[in-house]
């Protein structure tokens, strides 16, 4: 590092012209240290030095009179010694960085190896200059269209529930371009990943258009990996930036220059909108919303001093064309989620099962909810689709993901049964209905009735109805009675009591009739 140029020695003839110029021409320590060519804080401290030694002015004037005034001010005659000898300033900087350091404490471990050098005040003022020769600072000019920084106020808004009384803070979502400083807010209730993506809609809806990238903050919300070099997204913040073919681009942590066009415009909301809204009440964020965008018309309306337009009139003019068109439909707000194949070949999704093919048994799918539809993907290609049930139970289930052998089970009713069985015949029909009917739950009788109806293809459907006759007339209602009756070859005989009237064979075991 170079060695600092030496100041001016400062004489006891100098000391004096500072005291004559305070106290008789009445000049500043600013006017002072330019005509003398010194610091200004060298004459602040011989200012200081001479209220505390009691001088007055005029000092008086003789050969021993200037030997006195330097004891009276330092302490000893002659000049004291000074050790120009200058600390690391790099490492004093990264000491400042640890908890509990200070300047006085690292000024003070200086001065313990150097008992003659700097004093204080120089201390910390070549802290501060090698901080800013260190830290230099970029400054980013947008070109148009090229970004839109988001990010959120600090003070929220008080919203009053006229229901219950209780208050809640509504956060205050900002959005500005890059190039032409258009400010968009907007009051939600939280900076939740549902907020978050609609005020992302929302800022672009109001812009009419889209920029190539969005610089947000790191919201956990929305980054599921705060890496500046790689960051992650969480999925529907990355299927967002899709849906409007756009980028994302999270900021560092506590950098606040990477994105220092919307903290400027965070500033300007808190001072233009938010100190304005300070005295009102207010019950809804839609009555909230509706006086931020009566402010932000002034605002954005409002001619620029040192630009001399507004920011709508620099928008119309450099941005508005540059910006890509909004996609065909506002994106959707959607969750993703994981969830394994039950081996019901269902998966849970809030607390409801939805079905999948049933040779995706034990894979892990991914789940995308909306407030409509539930849509199920395996290999990012879309395996099922639901109507998303209100109603947080039940099973929710499609015939084609099941097996063969389960699709034979699915449609299992009394009235789907005893449909199927009326296109063998009549008797067929009254036969399966009395299966079912005559036992305490329908439930019982699926097993016989299906076992009945298998019985057609084997001995066709005019046997079989011939059978189930016979098998009414005796009152045998059961599957293995008109199985017997069928391999015996009894159905091809006609019954004794074919013309006689209905005796009691043909009512069933409560009396009721099976015609009723």
């Known amino acids: 590092m170079p060695r600092r140029k030496q100041a001016r020695r ?60 330097e004891r009276r001010l330092f302490g000893r005659a002659g000049r004291p010694p000074r050790d120009l000898s200058e600390p690391d300033w790099a490492l004093v900087v990264r000491e400042l960085k640890r908890k509990g350091v200070t300047l006085t404490l690292l000024w003070q471990e200086y001065r313990a190896n150097h008992p003659d050098g700097y004093g204080f005040t120089w201390f910390c003022e070549q802290v501060a200059a090698f901080r800013q020769r260190t830290s230099v600072a970029f400054r980013n000019r947008h070109a148009a269209g090229a970004v839109m920084q988001t990010d959120y106020a600090g003070p929220t808004v008080p919203v009053i529930d006229p229901a219950t009384g209780v208050i809640h803070p509504a956060q205050i979502f900002v959005a500005v371009l890059g190039a032409s400083n258009l400010t968009f807010a907007h009051a939600s209730s939280s900076q939740q990943l549902p907020d978050l993506i609609d005020g992302q809609v929302r800022a672009l809806t109001f812009y009419g258009g889209v920029t190539k990238a969005i610089v947000c903050d790191n919201l956990k919300s929305g980054v599921a990996k705060a890496l500046w070099f790689e960051p992650t997204l969480t999925a529907t913040f990355a299927a967002m930036a899709e849906h409007y073919d756009t980028t994302i681009l999270p900021t560092r942590s506590r950098k606040p220059r990477d994105k220092g066009r919307v903290e400027g415009a965070v500033l300007i909301v808190e001072r233009w909108i938010l100190a304005r809204l300070r005295n009102r009440t207010f019950f809804s964020l839609a009555a909230l919303n509706t006086a931020i965008a009566e402010l932000l018309e002034e605002l954005n309306n409002r001619t620029m001093r040192h630009v001399g337009k507004s920011r709508r009139e620099l928008f119309e003019e450099i941005e508005r064309a540059a910006l890509k068109p909004l996609p065909a439909v506002p994106f959707e ?49 879309r395996v099922a689709s639901h109507v998303r049930r209100s109603q947080r139970s039940g099973h929710v289930t499609v015939n084609d993901h099941m097996p063969k052998a389960h699709q034979r089970y699915a449609n299992t009713t009394p009235a789907n049964l005893i449909g199927r069985a009326t296109q ?82 043909h009512t069933n075991i409560r009396g009721r009739s099976y015609y009723q």
Request: proline share 6%; with cysteine.
């Open 424 to 505: 063998i015949g009549p008797n067929a029909a009254i036969l399966v209905e009395r299966m079912m009917r005559d036992r305490p739950h329908p439930e019982q009788g699926y097993r016989s009735a299906m076992g009945i109806l298998s019985l057609a293809p084997r001995y066709g459907s005019q046997r079989l109805d011939a059978a189930c006759e016979r098998a009414l007339t005796i009152n045998a209602i059961s599957y293995s009675s008109v199985a017997s009756i069928l391999k015996s070859g009894l159905d091809r005989e006609r019954p004794q009591a074919e013309h006689a009237a209905p005796t009691p064979a």
């Open 333 to 381: 707000y959607a969750e993703w989620k994981s969830a394994k194949v039950h081996p019901d070949y269902h998966v849970e999704v809030d607390k409801t099962f939805y079905s999948v093919p049933h040779r995706l048994i034990g894979c892990t799918l991914q789940v995308r909810l909306t407030h409509r539809v539930v849509e199920i993907f395996h290999d990012h290609q």
């Open 10 to 69: 400062t004489t006891v003839r100098d000391i004096r012209t500072i005291l004559r110029l305070t106290h008789e021409e009445g000049l500043s320590v600013r006017e002072i240290a330019e005509r003398l060519k010194i610091g200004k804080s060298s004459v602040s401290t011989y200012l200081l030095r001479a209220r505390e030694a009691g001088l007055s002015w005029p000092l008086p004037v003789g050969a021993d009179e200037d030997a006195k005034l």
